[in-house]
């Protein structure tokens, strides 16, 4: 029964320091607004559990050189296998492809987590 005990509290011991996937983002569009472009991400929670998203910090690159950058924060629930679309403001004037790198904060069994993501987007 000790045993038992035993290996069932490393088997949870393990479970816990074991990495959740990354969330995934994926460009669902980009919209013209006076002075300023909005790119319309879904992130999407691979866990699986449930994760709070607190924060995205952002930037965007073409052709390797910085055009915009900032942070959306956040404050939404998102289930396990779940998607909720970001809205993150482009400041800049691309005129083809441009890259979004940044950090994903999100809270995860009530720890907070951070998250390098990336998508392409094309705002024509």
């Known amino acids: 029964m000790l ?3 035993f290996a ?3 088997a949870l011991a393990a479970s816990a320091c ?3 996937p990354a969330p995934e983002l994926t460009v669902l569009g980009v919209r013209e607004a006076p002075r300023r472009e909005v790119v319309f991400l879904q992130v999407t929670n691979p866990a699986s559990r449930a ?3 607190t924060k995205l910090e952002y930037t965007f690159a073409s052709q390797g050189t910085r055009i915009a950058s900032g942070e959306v ?3 939404r629930d998102l ?3 779940a998607a909720a679309v970001v809205e993150v403001p482009l400041e800049a004037n691309a005129a083809g492809p441009v890259t979004l ?3 994903l904060v999100a809270e995860l069994d009530q720890i907070v987590r951070t998250f390098t993501v990336s998508a ?3 705002p024509r």
């Open 51 to 53: 994760m709070r998203l």
């Open 3 to 5: 045993r038992l005990a």
């Open 79 to 81: 289930a396990a296998g």
């Open 120 to 122: 392409q987007v094309d």
């Open 101 to 103: 790198k940044g950090t």
């Open 73 to 75: 924060l956040l404050a």
């Open 18 to 20: 074991h990495s959740p």
């Open 8 to 10: 069932l509290s490393l």
